[in-house]
């Protein structure tokens, strides 16, 4: 089992940059596929970016390639999205999750353990 602690959200300007990071708990941090999700007002979780146990592959949204990095660093147990060229639209709850599937998908139902969400304001 794992807990996720996000953090690095905050108020940013359009065209500015933001970095979040997701800390970890447990031994197994390694064994784990990582994903961010994000949720706006009145709108469904969405898939962002998502980092392989092994950091071998990583995956995104058509709507943030090219903008945003997902990392991670086992050493410290942490995820992390780079989001660089913020838009207004990007405006949302982002989440950090995690799941061990030997597939990493970019359902939110695939992933079973959640952190509970920082928030990101661009303003236009």
């Known amino acids: 089992q794992v807990q996720l602690v996000e953090s690095g959200g905050g108020l940013v300007q359009a065209g500015g940059s933001l970095r979040l990071s997701c800390a970890a708990s447990?031994?197994?941090?390694?064994?784990?596929?990582f994903g961010w999700f994000r949720q706006a007002p009145g709108k469904e979780r969405e898939f962002v970016a998502a980092i392989r146990w092994s950091g071998g592959g990583t995956y995104y949204a058509d709507s943030v390639k090219g903008r945003f990095t997902i990392s991670r660093d086992n050493g410290k147990s942490k995820v992390y999205l780079q989001m660089n060229s913020l838009k207004p639209e990007d405006t949302a709850v982002y989440y950090c999750?995690?799941?061990?599937?030997?597939?990493?998908?970019?359902?939110?139902?695939?992933?079973?353990?959640w952190g509970q969400g920082t928030q990101v304001t661009v303003s236009s």
């Open positions: 999750a995690a799941n061990r599937n030997i597939v990493v998908r970019t359902a939110a139902d695939s992933y079973d353990y």
């Open positions: 447990g031994r197994t941090f390694s064994t784990y596929n």
